[in-house]
Protein backbone atom coordinates (compact mmCIF):
# COMPACT_ATOMS: atom_id res chain seq x y z
CA UNK A 1 0.00 0.00 0.00
CA UNK A 2 1.07 3.32 -1.03
CA UNK A 3 2.70 5.07 2.34
CA UNK A 4 2.35 8.74 1.08
CA UNK A 5 -1.08 9.34 0.80
CA UNK A 6 -2.85 11.93 -1.34
CA UNK A 7 -5.28 14.46 0.60
CA UNK A 8 -8.64 15.26 -1.45
CA UNK A 9 -10.02 18.28 0.39
CA UNK A 10 -9.65 20.76 -1.99
CA UNK A 11 -7.56 23.02 0.99
CA UNK A 12 -5.01 20.25 1.69
CA UNK A 13 -4.18 19.34 -1.97
CA UNK A 14 -0.98 20.31 -1.68
CA UNK A 15 -0.03 17.61 1.05
CA UNK A 16 0.52 13.82 0.63
CA UNK A 17 0.71 12.36 4.41
CA UNK A 18 2.68 9.80 6.06
CA UNK A 19 -0.32 8.34 7.67
CA UNK A 20 0.77 5.05 8.74
CA UNK A 21 3.24 7.06 11.06
CA UNK A 22 0.82 10.02 11.89
CA UNK A 23 -1.80 7.35 13.19
CA UNK A 24 0.35 5.57 15.81
CA UNK A 25 2.03 8.90 17.29
CA UNK A 26 -0.36 12.23 17.50
CA UNK A 27 2.25 14.58 18.10
CA UNK A 28 3.78 13.70 14.52
CA UNK A 29 3.59 14.99 11.72
CA UNK A 30 5.37 13.58 7.97
CA UNK A 31 4.31 14.29 4.33
CA UNK A 32 5.50 15.62 1.17
CA UNK A 33 3.68 18.71 -1.42
CA UNK A 34 2.59 18.21 -4.53
CA UNK A 35 2.52 21.09 -7.04
CA UNK A 36 -0.60 22.26 -6.23
CA UNK A 37 -2.50 24.68 -3.97
CA UNK A 38 -0.42 27.70 -4.21
CA UNK A 39 0.29 30.65 -5.62
CA UNK A 40 3.59 30.26 -7.75
CA UNK A 41 2.70 31.33 -11.48
CA UNK A 42 4.43 28.91 -14.58
CA UNK A 43 6.76 27.49 -14.29
CA UNK A 44 6.60 27.32 -10.98
CA UNK A 45 2.81 26.57 -10.71
CA UNK A 46 1.88 26.68 -8.08
CA UNK A 47 3.17 25.85 -4.48
CA UNK A 48 6.49 25.91 -5.19
CA UNK A 49 8.67 25.85 -1.97
CA UNK A 50 12.46 26.36 -3.26
CA UNK A 51 13.81 29.88 -3.07
CA UNK A 52 16.74 29.27 -4.88
CA UNK A 53 14.61 28.67 -8.57
CA UNK A 54 13.78 31.81 -9.54
CA UNK A 55 10.37 32.01 -8.83
CA UNK A 56 9.44 35.28 -6.78
CA UNK A 57 10.36 34.78 -3.45
CA UNK A 58 6.94 36.26 -1.65
CA UNK A 59 4.91 33.22 -3.64
CA UNK A 60 7.27 30.87 -2.64
CA UNK A 61 7.21 32.29 1.23
CA UNK A 62 3.32 32.52 1.41
CA UNK A 63 3.64 28.44 0.02
CA UNK A 64 5.56 27.77 3.12
CA UNK A 65 3.38 30.02 5.18
CA UNK A 66 0.03 27.91 3.77
CA UNK A 67 1.86 24.50 4.61
CA UNK A 68 3.40 25.41 8.27
CA UNK A 69 -0.49 26.91 8.91
CA UNK A 70 -1.89 23.88 7.39
CA UNK A 71 0.07 21.57 9.78
CA UNK A 72 -0.33 23.70 13.04
CA UNK A 73 2.88 24.67 12.81
CA UNK A 74 4.26 28.74 13.19
CA UNK A 75 6.35 29.67 10.32
CA UNK A 76 9.30 30.17 13.03
CA UNK A 77 9.55 26.52 13.17
CA UNK A 78 10.21 25.74 9.33
CA UNK A 79 14.33 24.69 9.61
CA UNK A 80 16.32 23.39 6.49
CA UNK A 81 20.06 22.86 5.68
CA UNK A 82 21.55 24.14 2.52
CA UNK A 83 21.84 21.22 0.57
CA UNK A 84 24.62 21.01 -1.46
CA UNK A 85 24.53 17.09 -2.77
CA UNK A 86 26.83 15.76 0.04
CA UNK A 87 26.38 14.02 3.00
CA UNK A 88 27.05 16.06 5.71
CA UNK A 89 23.94 15.94 8.46
CA UNK A 90 23.71 18.38 11.11
CA UNK A 91 21.31 18.28 14.64
CA UNK A 92 18.93 20.97 15.18
CA UNK A 93 18.47 21.98 18.60
CA UNK A 94 16.42 24.83 19.22
CA UNK A 95 19.44 27.59 18.39
CA UNK A 96 18.44 26.12 14.78
CA UNK A 97 14.81 26.35 15.10
CA UNK A 98 13.93 28.61 12.17
CA UNK A 99 17.20 28.59 9.82
CA UNK A 100 16.44 28.88 6.14
CA UNK A 101 13.11 29.54 6.73
CA UNK A 102 12.98 32.72 4.93
CA UNK A 103 16.28 33.76 3.12
CA UNK A 104 19.03 30.87 1.11
CA UNK A 105 21.85 32.78 3.30
CA UNK A 106 20.95 30.97 6.57
CA UNK A 107 20.33 27.94 5.92
CA UNK A 108 22.63 25.51 7.81
CA UNK A 109 25.33 25.48 5.55
CA UNK A 110 27.00 22.57 3.66
CA UNK A 111 24.04 20.50 5.01
CA UNK A 112 21.42 17.62 3.36
CA UNK A 113 20.77 15.55 6.73
CA UNK A 114 18.75 17.59 9.26
CA UNK A 115 17.71 15.22 12.66
CA UNK A 116 16.24 16.78 16.31
CA UNK A 117 14.69 15.92 18.97
CA UNK A 118 13.08 19.08 19.69
CA UNK A 119 9.79 19.74 19.77
CA UNK A 120 8.01 22.53 17.93
CA UNK A 121 10.49 22.01 15.32
CA UNK A 122 9.30 21.52 11.38
CA UNK A 123 12.40 20.11 9.46
CA UNK A 124 12.16 20.47 5.94
CA UNK A 125 14.17 19.67 2.38
CA UNK A 126 13.41 20.17 -0.96
CA UNK A 127 13.13 18.38 -4.12
CA UNK A 128 12.40 17.90 -7.75
CA UNK A 129 13.26 14.42 -8.85
CA UNK A 130 16.26 13.12 -5.68
CA UNK A 131 14.80 11.26 -2.95
CA UNK A 132 13.33 11.76 0.33
CA UNK A 133 14.34 10.16 3.28
CA UNK A 134 12.39 10.16 6.64
CA UNK A 135 13.73 9.09 10.27
CA UNK A 136 12.12 8.25 12.82
CA UNK A 137 12.74 7.14 16.53
CA UNK A 138 9.58 6.57 18.66
CA UNK A 139 11.71 5.60 21.91
CA UNK A 140 13.86 8.72 21.65
CA UNK A 141 11.36 11.06 20.13
CA UNK A 142 13.54 12.24 17.76
CA UNK A 143 12.97 12.95 13.74
CA UNK A 144 15.08 13.37 10.32
CA UNK A 145 15.28 13.88 7.19
CA UNK A 146 17.76 13.54 4.00
CA UNK A 147 17.97 14.82 0.72
CA UNK A 148 19.30 11.66 -1.28
CA UNK A 149 20.00 12.62 -4.94
CA UNK A 150 22.58 10.79 -6.97
CA UNK A 151 25.24 11.80 -5.31
CA UNK A 152 23.89 11.52 -2.11
CA UNK A 153 22.78 7.97 -2.22
CA UNK A 154 26.52 6.78 -3.71
CA UNK A 155 28.06 9.06 -0.84
CA UNK A 156 25.57 6.61 1.45
CA UNK A 157 23.95 9.51 3.78
CA UNK A 158 21.67 7.14 4.57
CA UNK A 159 24.22 5.54 6.67
CA UNK A 160 25.66 8.67 7.89
CA UNK A 161 21.85 9.51 9.07
CA UNK A 162 21.79 6.29 11.37
CA UNK A 163 25.17 7.16 13.05
CA UNK A 164 23.88 10.44 13.40
CA UNK A 165 21.01 9.71 15.08
CA UNK A 166 23.17 7.10 17.54
CA UNK A 167 25.55 9.85 18.61
CA UNK A 168 23.05 12.24 19.19
CA UNK A 169 19.70 10.30 20.88
CA UNK A 170 20.60 6.77 21.62
CA UNK A 171 18.80 5.82 18.81
CA UNK A 172 19.85 2.13 18.27
CA UNK A 173 18.95 1.36 13.91
CA UNK A 174 16.12 -1.29 15.06
CA UNK A 175 14.08 0.93 16.56
CA UNK A 176 14.22 3.31 13.65
CA UNK A 177 11.11 3.94 11.44
CA UNK A 178 12.02 4.79 8.07
CA UNK A 179 10.06 5.67 4.92
CA UNK A 180 11.08 6.59 1.21
CA UNK A 181 9.25 9.35 -0.40
CA UNK A 182 8.00 9.79 -3.45
CA UNK A 183 10.76 10.29 -5.97
CA UNK A 184 11.96 9.98 -9.71
CA UNK A 185 12.01 6.06 -10.45
CA UNK A 186 13.60 3.63 -12.87
CA UNK A 187 10.77 4.17 -15.44
CA UNK A 188 12.13 7.81 -15.58
CA UNK A 189 16.16 7.87 -14.85
CA UNK A 190 18.42 6.99 -17.00
CA UNK A 191 22.40 8.42 -15.98
CA UNK A 192 25.43 7.34 -17.59
CA UNK A 193 29.11 5.77 -17.27
CA UNK A 194 29.78 8.12 -13.75
CA UNK A 195 27.04 7.55 -12.11
CA UNK A 196 26.76 3.51 -12.92
CA UNK A 197 30.87 3.33 -11.41
CA UNK A 198 30.08 5.03 -8.35
CA UNK A 199 27.06 2.35 -7.81
CA UNK A 200 29.72 -0.34 -8.45
CA UNK A 201 32.12 0.87 -6.34
CA UNK A 202 28.92 1.94 -3.51
CA UNK A 203 28.43 -1.78 -4.14
CA UNK A 204 31.51 -3.37 -3.20
CA UNK A 205 32.32 -1.07 -0.42
CA UNK A 206 29.18 -1.35 1.54
CA UNK A 207 28.89 -5.33 0.39
CA UNK A 208 25.67 -5.03 -0.66
CA UNK A 209 24.28 -8.34 -2.45
CA UNK A 210 25.30 -8.77 -5.70
CA UNK A 211 22.05 -10.21 -7.04
CA UNK A 212 20.45 -6.95 -6.77
CA UNK A 213 22.91 -5.00 -8.93
CA UNK A 214 21.09 -6.21 -11.86
CA UNK A 215 17.22 -4.76 -10.66
CA UNK A 216 18.40 -1.46 -9.09
CA UNK A 217 21.00 -0.88 -11.84
CA UNK A 218 19.52 -2.14 -15.73
CA UNK A 219 21.87 -1.61 -18.67
CA UNK A 220 21.02 -0.07 -21.58
CA UNK A 221 23.87 -0.11 -23.49
CA UNK A 222 27.35 0.05 -22.50
CA UNK A 223 27.46 3.62 -20.70
CA UNK A 224 23.76 4.33 -19.64
CA UNK A 225 21.52 2.08 -17.29
CA UNK A 226 18.19 2.99 -15.78
CA UNK A 227 19.06 3.15 -11.94
CA UNK A 228 16.38 2.53 -9.02
CA UNK A 229 17.39 5.56 -6.93
CA UNK A 230 14.95 4.20 -4.19
CA UNK A 231 15.75 0.59 -3.76
CA UNK A 232 19.88 1.42 -3.05
CA UNK A 233 18.85 3.49 -0.25
CA UNK A 234 16.84 0.97 0.92
CA UNK A 235 19.40 -1.34 0.54
CA UNK A 236 21.76 0.90 2.57
CA UNK A 237 19.05 1.56 5.27
CA UNK A 238 19.62 -2.62 5.68
CA UNK A 239 22.59 -2.37 5.44
CA UNK A 240 22.95 0.19 8.58
CA UNK A 241 20.74 -2.18 10.29
CA UNK A 242 17.16 -0.89 9.99
CA UNK A 243 14.89 -3.64 9.62
CA UNK A 244 13.56 -4.18 5.89
CA UNK A 245 9.83 -4.26 7.97
CA UNK A 246 10.45 -0.88 9.35
CA UNK A 247 11.32 0.81 5.92
CA UNK A 248 7.96 2.15 3.99
CA UNK A 249 8.92 3.02 0.02
CA UNK A 250 6.82 5.44 -2.01
CA UNK A 251 5.49 4.28 -5.43
CA UNK A 252 4.99 7.87 -6.17
CA UNK A 253 7.23 8.80 -9.75
CA UNK A 254 8.13 12.18 -10.08
CA UNK A 255 8.76 11.49 -13.45
CA UNK A 256 5.40 10.44 -14.29
CA UNK A 257 3.54 12.18 -12.24
CA UNK A 258 3.39 16.18 -13.72
CA UNK A 259 0.35 16.89 -12.71
CA UNK A 260 1.49 15.88 -9.10
CA UNK A 261 4.84 16.96 -9.01
CA UNK A 262 7.94 18.73 -10.03
CA UNK A 263 10.38 16.63 -11.99
CA UNK A 264 13.64 18.21 -13.53
CA UNK A 265 14.67 15.46 -15.35
CA UNK A 266 11.25 15.81 -17.36
CA UNK A 267 10.90 19.67 -17.31
CA UNK A 268 14.69 20.15 -18.48
CA UNK A 269 15.96 22.11 -14.90
CA UNK A 270 13.22 24.64 -14.93
CA UNK A 271 10.56 23.61 -12.62
CA UNK A 272 10.26 24.51 -8.76
CA UNK A 273 10.30 22.19 -5.58
CA UNK A 274 8.39 19.78 -3.60
CA UNK A 275 8.87 19.75 0.63
CA UNK A 276 9.16 16.74 2.56
CA UNK A 277 8.73 18.25 6.37
CA UNK A 278 8.62 15.42 9.40
CA UNK A 279 8.48 17.39 12.86
CA UNK A 280 6.99 16.27 16.63
CA UNK A 281 4.14 19.14 17.73
CA UNK A 282 4.50 20.12 21.41
CA UNK A 283 3.82 17.72 23.87
ZN1 LIG B 1 8.47 7.30 -14.06
Not at 12 to 20: A, I, N
Not at 55 to 78: K, M, Y
Not at 162 to 184: D, K, S, W, Y
Not at 233 to 261: P, V
Request: aromatic residues 8%; charged residues 20%.
Amino acid sequence: MEPFVIQTAAEHQHQLLLEGWIEQEQSLTAGFTTRKGGVSSPPFSSFNIGLHVHDQAEAVLANRRRLTDSLGFSFDAWTCGEQVHANKVAVVTANERGKGRSSMEDTLPGVDGIITNERDVLLTSFYADCVPLYFWDPQHHAVGLAHAGWKGTVSAIALNMVEAMRNAFGTEPHQLRCAIGPAIDQCCYEVNEVVIERIYELWQQLALPNQLLDLVLKKQNENKAMINLKEINRQIMIKAGILASHIEISEWCTGCRRDLFYSHRMENGKTGRMASWIGLRKG
